[in-house]
């Protein structure tokens, strides 16, 4: 199947310092990816949707001026923590579409391992 | 918006059947997928199944869809304890992103 890959897989940062997490897929191309944010023991909730070329469109409640998106190419979409917080910490995970179906069903989104950040 | 609900724990012994039910409410979803996580890890692709379709069989993987009701369900059959994670249904219209539920967490005793 369709592969993604997430850089780093663990960052600790101190507060007040920005951070950057990165995600590809490695076998296909995405024109779509989406970043998640996941609390201990709960569900992944959608933070925004990152489209090649434009600009992310982010959920309600999540703020974009903390939390920028880009994605520059077909292939990688970073996601950049602006100004950390404690409060900042947890399990981020990106996720790819597959518009071509290469390893499965059309449009089918494959997720990357995710990036654990801990704000000291 | 899509609502997706999920009993939270389940527990079984190695080598039984495992059931795990989900409800959905959009009844315009047309792939509903199901992802495994392991802990500390992402979500990994277990299976899907069209909105045309009643069954799917993978292997040990079996999903049935009930789409009158809104009910999918993934069983695995011969549990092993491999298969201890928690498991998302994740239905959808194909082209938008996708809602999970709180997921449930499987256990497989030894």
């Known amino acids: 199947g369709a592969v993604v890959s997430q850089h780093p897989s663990w960052v600790i940062c101190k507060s007040g310092t920005s951070v950057k997490i990165e995600c590809r897929s490695l076998d296909f191309q995405a024109t779509t990816m989406f970043w998640y944010r996941q609390f201990p023991k709960q569900s992944l909730m959608l933070m925004a949707t990152?489209?090649?070329?434009?600009?992310?469109?982010?959920e309600q409640g999540v703020e974009k001026d903390k939390f920028l998106i880009n994605h520059a190419s077909l292939t990688l979409s970073t996601l950049t923590v602006t100004s950390a917080h404690p409060e900042d910490s947890s399990f981020y995970i990106c996720s790819a579409r597959d518009p071509a179906g290469s390893g499965g069903a059309r449009e089918t989104q494959y997720f990357g391992p995710g990036t654990r950040l801990l704000v000291l | 918006g899509e609502d997706v609900e999920q009993s939270l724990f389940l527990s079984v012994r190695e080598g039984d059947s495992s059931v795990i039910n989900c409800t959905y409410t959009d009844s315009s979803s047309t792939y509903l997928y199901w992802y495994k996580q392991e802990p500390g890890a992402g979500l990994q692709l277990l299976t899907y199944i069209f909105s045309n379709m009643d069954m799917k069989q993978d292997q040990r993987l079996t999903v049935l869809l009930n789409k009158k009701d809104k009910h999918l369900s993934l069983r695995i059959a011969d549990t092993q304890t491999g298969d201890s994670a928690i498991y998302f249904c994740?239905?959808?219209?194909?082209?938008?992103?996708?809602?999970f539920g709180k997921g449930t967490r499987l256990s497989v005793i030894a």
């Open positions: 990152s489209n090649e070329g434009s600009k992310a469109t982010y």
């Open positions: 994740a239905p959808t219209e194909g082209n938008t992103p996708l809602v």
